[in-house]
């Protein structure tokens, strides 16, 4: 059973950066693709990015490309999401999740087997 402990979220001002950081434990981690998920008030959760265990496989959702960075330290059981350049609608809370299939960068809410509980992002205008 892994769990994940998000870290890193707050209020900012559009066009500013915050860094969130996901802890994980009780698994081995470079078993998992790891990836970030947000959910807005009223709205589903959908991906944001993920990285397969190595690194060699990144993928991103259009919203977020060139903006968001995403990363991992499998010495420190951490993936971090870098966000640059935020706006009003980045808002949302951001999850991190882990996926069994570490080869790929599944884009799906279900293909993920563990979830963190989340961690606010307010970008205010």
């Known amino acids: 059973q892994v769990q994940l402990v998000e870290s890193g979220g707050g209020l900012v001002q559009a066009g500013g950066s915050l860094r969130l950081s996901c802890a994980a434990s009780g698994g081995t981690f470079s078993f998992y693709t790891m990836g970030w998920f947000r959910q807005a008030p009223g709205k589903e959760r959908e991906f944001v990015a993920a990285i397969s265990w190595s690194g060699s496989r990144i993928s991103y959702a259009d919203s977020v490309k060139g903006r968001f960075t995403i990363s991992r330290e499998n010495a420190k059981n951490t993936v971090y999401l870098q966000m640059n350049s935020l706006k009003p609608e980045d808002t949302a809370v951001y999850y991190c999740?882990?996926?069994?299939?570490?080869?790929?960068?599944?884009?799906?809410?279900?293909?993920?087997?563990?979830w963190g509980q989340g961690a606010q992002v307010t970008v205010s205008s």
């Open positions: 999740a882990a996926d069994t299939a570490r080869w790929l960068t599944n884009q799906a809410v279900e293909d993920y087997d563990y």
